[in-house]
């Protein structure tokens, strides 16, 4: 029987996934004059930064807020005069060993001096020594290693131990990094996590009136995004790059100047052919946590005063977080945010964890709630890159030995900080690397 033929077509860029890296390029690239293509495996933009809607309330599928310290995307909202709206979540409070809530408030780190976690001399010598973590770097620059390079091989636990005290530590930061990006500070770089707490010390939660996801749902609408088309292969060839992709069951492939790749670091080598060298040797080392988002809703009203719960990860290896969800109106019913820390997020994604388990813990934490059901949950295989000790100096060595190749190039994540910020600015800095070269 005869193959079924194969149609070619001509592109000039293609970007490989509309998250929020993948947008910021194609966005860039299209301000820019450029003809640029999106192709997306799932059917709506976003990635981890995208949102639907459940009984008619906004609900965030991955990411749950952005901060003010977020000079690009705060820019770009400006100029797409997209209002980032802060939530009303003004609590942070972690579970203790025997079951009580301490809370503090992340908009004011002196509020940490009345959690009641610590004694009294631990807080204050906690309280004492912040300037000194947030002094700099305001963020991880990787286009700038020495900026953070001499602690890059250090474990934050540790170096932070050092300077906050080993309970505070256990007790206050590890529960939140845990709870925020589903890992320990045992395996988290000093470097990274200095970088890290300024932004998270001075973090007012902000989102938009529909969603986290409303940035990228803008951003595609101004693009050409072809949904349901995953790439399955991208293959160099002399003066084009060669896409292969699935859509609604048909094989397309498109040839272009240059690709910029924006999927998970940890599956680029799935359709990467013919890697070279350097490329296979550091995308072998991206690794990332893994988490479940489950939406709930209860028959009780919402509490006036919203907050996160955080668990401390050496002790809970179910939950990572539950929070209200913030774009819930004050009515009868409740909308909760439950996610699933990594441990625990793996035995879902294995298929070992049901339903039924997933509410019993929850009701086991918060108490019993009438009529409790879960609405939507969202497994990420990859939710967070690990920042492990050395891995920003592996991303520093791969951006300078790398960047020469002018067909192919990557931003996500795991090449810039593991949030949605630094997603967007390499996704910025991709694009123009792309033009220029
Ligand atoms: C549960 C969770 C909570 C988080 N909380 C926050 C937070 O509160 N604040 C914050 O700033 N950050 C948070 N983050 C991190 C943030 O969401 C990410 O850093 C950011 O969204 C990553 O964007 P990206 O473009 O690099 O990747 P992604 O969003 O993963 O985008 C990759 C895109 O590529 C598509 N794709 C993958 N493979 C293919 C293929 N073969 N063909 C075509 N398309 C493909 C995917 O469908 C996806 O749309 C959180 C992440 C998770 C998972």
């Not at 001509?10 to 820019?32: F, P």
């Not at 820019?75 to 409070?93: R, V």
């Not at 088309?229 to 003066?239: L, M, S, T, W, Y």
């Amino acid at each position: 029987m005869k193959k079924p033929k194969t149609r070619v077509d001509e592109v000039d860029y293609i970007v490989i996934g509309a998250g929020i890296s993948g947008l910021a390029a194609a966005t860039y690239l299209k301000d820019h004059g450029q003809q640029v293509l999106v192709l997306e495996s799932g059917q709506i933009p976003g990635g981890r930064m995208s949102s639907i809607e459940l009984d008619r309330v906004p609900a965030d599928l991955g990411a749950q807020f952005i901060a003010k310290s977020y000079k690009n995307i705060i820019a770009k909202n400006k100029e797409l005069g997209l209002p980032a709206l802060a939530l009303s979540i003004h609590k942070i409070g972690i579970q203790q060993p025997n079951n009580s809530i301490n809370y503090f408030n992340p908009a004011m780190p002196l509020s940490l001096l009345s959690f009641k976690g610590l004694s009294f001399g631990k807080r204050l010598r906690m309280i004492l020594t912040l300037p000194y973590i947030i002094m700099k770097p305001p963020y991880i620059n990787i286009y700038n290693p020495q900026q953070v390079g001499d602690l890059d091989n250090q474990i934050a636990a540790d170096y932070f131990g050092n300077i906050i005290g080993n309970s505070a530590v256990t007790e206050v930061l590890d529960p939140v990094i845990h709870g925020l990006a589903f890992y320990s500070l045992q395996n988290t770089s000093a470097a990274f996590l200095k970088a890290m707490t300024a932004k998270l010390l001075t973090m007012r939660p902000l989102s938009y009136a529909r969603g986290i996801g409303e940035l990228s749902q803008k951003l595609a609408s101004q693009l050409q995004v072809k949904y349901g088309a995953k790439v399955i292969a991208i293959e160099r060839g002399d003066d084009r790059v060669l896409v292969n992709a699935i859509i609604t069951g048909q094989s397309k492939t498109y040839r272009a100047k240059k690709v910029i790749v924006a999927v998970p670091g940890n599956t680029v080598l799935n359709i990467l052919k013919q890697p070279t060298n350097i490329e296979r040797q550091f995308f072998e080392k991206v690794e990332y946590s893994s988490a479940v988002i489950i939406h709930c809703r209860a028959d009780i009203p919402l509490p006036n005063d919203s907050s996160v719960l955080f668990y401390k990860p050496q002790e809970e290896k179910q939950l990572a977080s539950i929070h209200m969800n913030p774009y819930a109106q004050k009515e009868k019913k409740s909308y909760m945010v439950v996610t699933l820390g990594s441990v625990f997020a793996k035995k879902y994604l294995n298929g070992q964890v049901s339903d039924k388990e997933i509410l019993r813990i929850i009701q086991n934490k918060i108490g019993p709630v009438p009529n409790l059901e879960i609405l939507h949950k969202t497994p990420w295989a990859s939710a967070v890159p690990l920042y492990y000790p050395g891995y920003i100096k592996l991303v520093n060595e791969f951006q300078a030995t790398y960047d020469r190749d002018d067909m192919i190039l990557y931003c996500g994540d795991y090449l810039a900080g593991g949030y949605t910020e630094m997603a967007f600015t390499s996704g910025l800095d991709a694009a123009k690397r792309a033009i220029n070269t």
